[in-house]
């Protein structure tokens, strides 16, 4: 069992920068593939980036690929999202997810259903 706090979440002008962070319970945190993922009012969740265990390698989806940077520290049990050139459709809640099921194409966790353990979410609003 992992639980996940995000945070870093806040109010941005157009173009500006943020950087989340999810914090994870537990002490097996480096033996977790983690994502992060978005949802607005009315819409389905979804993904954003992803990095497996040591972090070697990294996927994000296209609408973000080139202003995101996800990375994670697991001395620190963290993972974060920097995101730059923050643009008024990336107002969304960021939710932070774990899974244990490793060994996949880093592609397999770009979808909701290989994640185990989910956060709160911290909410990002962008102003145009």
């Known amino acids: 069992q992992v639980q996940?706090?995000?945070?870093?979440g806040g109010l941005?002008?157009?173009?500006?920068?943020?950087r989340l962070s999810c914090v994870a319970s537990g002490r097996t945190f480096s033996s977790y593939v983690m994502g992060w993922f978005r949802q607005v009012p009315g819409k389905e969740r979804e993904f954003v980036a992803?990095?497996?265990?040591?972090?070697?390698?990294?996927y994000y989806?296209?609408?973000v690929k080139g202003r995101f940077t996800i990375s994670r520290?697991?001395?620190?049990?963290?993972?974060?999202l920097q995101m730059n050139s923050l643009?008024?459709?990336d107002?969304?809640?960021?939710y932070c997810a774990a899974t244990r099921d490793r060994g996949y194409s880093i592609t397999y966790y770009a979808a909701i259903p290989r994640y185990d353990y989910w956060g709160q979410g911290t909410?990002?609003?962008v102003s145009s």
């Open 12 to 18: 941005v002008q157009a173009g500006g920068s943020l």
């Open 61 to 63: 989806a296209d609408s």
């Open 73 to 80: 520290d697991n001395g620190k049990n963290t993972v974060y």
């Open 91 to 94: 107002t969304a809640r960021y």
């Open 4 to 8: 996940l706090v995000e945070s870093g």
């Open 50 to 58: 992803t990095i497996t265990t040591s972090g070697g390698t990294t």
């Open 87 to 89: 643009k008024p459709e």
């Open 123 to 125: 909410q990002v609003t």
